[in-house]
C-alpha cells in the first residue's frame, strides 16, 4: 500500500471541511481534503439556502458549496476524491487509509464527515426530496408559512421541530408510531398544549402523494392488536425527525462518542481526546447541525491544527 505524509488531512468536503481548508490553506499548511461520498455535504441535496449569511436573495445549496470548494483550492487545498475507509489514530503520525488502498500519515487530522438524516425508508422520500420532504426544520420551515406540515418522529428532536414549525405553519400534526411521546416531559407539554399541534399517535406514514410536490401523506392508524384504519392527510410539507447518524464509525476505537455516535470534544472547542485530531461540523454537533455553525467549527479546527503543528515544530 502507498504512503503519503501530509502536515493536515482533512475527511469529508462540507462546510466544515472546505472551511476547515481555505484556513489551513492560508495559513501554508498544504492541507489534504479528501470528499467522500458526497462531495460538497448535505446542503448539494438542497435547493435554495436562505440562512447562510452573505447571501441577502439565497443561494442553491450546490452553487455554495462549488464555491466553499474554490475558495478553498485558490488557497492551495488539495482536494482529492475519496473515502477514509479505516484508521490508526494510536500515535502521530496519525494513519488514514483511503480507499482501502492508500495510506495518509497525517501530523494533523481534521474529521468532519457530517452526520447523515435518517429516514423513513419510503421511496416516495426520495422521489420528493425537496420537493416537500425535509429533514430539518430550522433549515426548510421558512418555506412552510401558514401551510400545513407533519413532522414524524416522538423524542425530543421531534418535539422541538414541531414546535418551531407550529410557529410558521398554521397547522403542524406530528406523527408518532407508539401510544406515547419519548420526549422529556416539558417538551411533551410545549406539543400537547400548543393550539397548532395535533399529535397522531400510533400512526405511521407509509407513503406521499402530490402532482408537482408533496401534498398528503398516507397514513395507517394502528386500531388494537389487528386493526388498522388506512387514510390520506393533505400536507404541504413532510419533515423526518427520527434522528441523525453520525458519520464516525472509523474513529470509534480512538475518540470519545456519545450513545449517538457524535464525536465528543472539550468544550467549546473542536479538539478531541487525541491531540492534534479535531472534530468539526455536524459529526460532533447533535445540538445544531447548519451549515454557517459547521463553517465556524471548520474554522476553529483549522486555527488549533496550526497551533498544533507551530507548538511541535511540525510547521
Ligand atoms: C436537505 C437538507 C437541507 C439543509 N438546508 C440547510 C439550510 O438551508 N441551511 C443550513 O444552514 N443548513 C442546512 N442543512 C444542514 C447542513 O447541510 C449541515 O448542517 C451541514 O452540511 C453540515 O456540514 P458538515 O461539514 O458538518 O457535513 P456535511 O455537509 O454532512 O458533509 C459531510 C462530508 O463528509 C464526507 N464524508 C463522510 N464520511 C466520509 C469518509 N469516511 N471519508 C471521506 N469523506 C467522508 C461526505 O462525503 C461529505 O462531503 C440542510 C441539510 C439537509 C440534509
Keep these: 500500500m502507498s504512503t503519503e505524509k501530509v502536515k493536515c488531512l482533512i475527511i469529508g468536503s462540507g462546510p466544515a471541511g472546505y472551511t476547515a481548508a481555505i484556513y489551513t490553506g492560508r495559513a501554508n499548511i498544504a492541507p489534504v481534503l479528501y470528499e467522500g461520498l458526497q462531495p460538497g455535504g448535505q446542503l448539494t441535496i438542497t435547493t435554495e439556502v436562505e440562512n447562510f449569511p452573505g447571501y441577502p436573495e439565497g443561494i442553491s445549496g450546490t452553487q455554495l458549496m462549488e464555491d466553499l470548494r474554490k475558495q478553498a483550492e485558490r488557497f492551495g487545498a488539495d482536494i482529492r476524491n475519496g473515502i477514509a475507509t479505516s484508521a490508526d489514530l494510536s500515535k502521530r503520525p496519525y494513519r488514514i487509509t483511503i480507499d482501502d488502498e492508500k495510506v495518509i500519515e497525517a501530523e494533523t487530522v481534521i474529521i468532519s464527515t457530517g452526520a447523515t438524516a435518517k429516514y423513513l425508508g419510503l421511496e416516495d422520500e426520495q422521489k420528493y426530496a425537496g420537493m416537500g420532504v425535509s429533514a430539518c426544520a430550522t433549515c426548510d420551515g421558512f418555506f412552510y408559512r401558514k401551510k400545513t406540515v407533519a413532522v414524524v418522529g416522538g423524542g425530543d428532536t421531534a418535539c422541538e421541530e414541531a414546535v418551531y414549525l407550529a410557529g410558521l405553519a398554521k397547522q403542524v400534526y406530528l406523527i408518532v408510531r407508539k401510544p406515547f411521546l419519548r420526549a422529556s416531559k416539558i417538551m411533551q407539554a410545549r406539543v400537547m398544549n400548543h393550539p397548532n399541534i395535533k399529535v397522531l399517535f400510533e400512526h405511521n406514514a407509509v407513503g406521499l402523494y402530490g402532482e408537482n410536490g408533496v401534498e398528503g401523506v398516507h397514513l395507517v392508524k394502528r386500531q388494537g392488536e389487528c386493526n388498522e384504519e388506512r387514510y390520506d392527510l393533505p400536507i404541504d410539507g413532510f419533515f423526518l425527525a427520527i434522528g441523525h447518524k453520525p ?49 465556524g467549527s471548520g474554522c476553529k479546527a483549522a486555527i488549533e491544527a496550526e497551533r498544533y503543528l507551530s507548538a511541535n515544530d511540525l510547521l
Excluded: C, M, W
Aim: charged share 25%.
Design 247 to 295: 458519520n464516525s464509525d472509523i474513529f470509534k476505537d480512538y475518540l470519545d462518542t456519545d450513545e449517538v455516535g457524535y464525536i465528543i470534544t472539550e468544550a467549546g472547542t473542536p479538539r478531541t481526546k487525541v491531540p492534534g485530531v479535531f472534530a468539526a461540523g455536524d459529526v460532533a454537533d447533535p445540538h445544531y447541525r447548519q451549515a454557517i455553525t459547521a463553517a
